[in-house]
Antibody, heavy 122, light 112 residues
């Protein structure tokens, strides 16, 4: 069965850090871009970050630039999101997803992880 | 960023009857390569989003044929030909033609 299994997340104080992980099984990983998307009641679904197949290109939504980093380990079929200087507005369910890209054009998110809740509160 | 607007916000449907959801984008979703990267996602209660349709009308693996997508340019529609209990949830349109990818706010499908 193709799946992305997430771990990490939880409750953290403002200014704190968390690391999210996402492991792929039953689906190709190293040949695909990967992405993080978050979902909060106030903002709905919001794209957060992308990383190219080989990790050479990364992009972020403006609100997390300089605070979040995205990385991957293709040998472990794993994706990571390091979140620093967390703010209350980062509170959301975070999903990893596989980004279907071909020839430099990306079309859709075809497989999604189960999601992990990040709560930033004192 | 491209804004995706969905209507209606909620759609109460009788089992076995059709349902239709509209999605409008603030700009044309036709990519310079000629394709239109408009997708539909389903999110059942307590579940992550799941891809249903990509490039306007292509059903993803395992998606029943009662789901269909249509449209062009800035106006798109998801149709469920005969709603089943399993179809309850929130449906989102999503564009990937222009970075960053953006999502509609969702349409809740519920059984009358």
């Amino acid at each position: 069965e193709a799946q992305l299994v997430q771990s990490g997340g939880g409750l953290v104080q403002p200014g704190g850090s968390l690391r999210l992980s996402c492991v792929a099984s039953g689906l190709s990983f190293s040949n695909y871009w990967m992405t993080w998307v978050r979902q909060s009641p106030g903002k709905g679904l919001e794209w957060v970050a992308n990383i190219k197949e080989d990790g050479s290109e990364k992009s972020f939504v403006d609100s997390v630039k300089g605070r979040f980093t995205i990385s991957r380990d293709n040998a472990k079929k794993s994706l990571y999101l390091q979140m620093n200087s967390l703010r209350a507005e980062d509170t959301a369910v975070y999903y990893c997803a596989r980004y279907h890209c071909s020839g430099g054009v990306c079309s859709t998110f075809d497989y999604w992880g189960q999601g992990t809740l990040v709560t930033v509160s004192s | 960023d491209i804004v995706m607007t969905q209507t209606p916000l909620s759609s109460p449907v009788t089992l076995g009857q059709p349902a239709s959801i509209s999605c409008r984008s603030s700009q044309s979703l036709v990519h310079r390569d000629g394709n239109t990267y408009l997708s539909w996602l389903q999110q059942r209660p307590g579940q992550p989003p799941r891809l249903l349709i990509y490039k306007i009308s292509n059903r993803f693996s395992g998606v029943p044929d009662r789901f269909s997508g249509s449209g062009a340019g800035t106006d798109f529609t998801l149709k469920i030909s005969r709603v089943e209990a399993d179809d309850v949830g929130v449906y989102y349109c999503m564009q990937a033609t222009q970075s960053p990818p953006t999502f509609g706010r969702g349409t809740r499908v519920e059984i009358k």
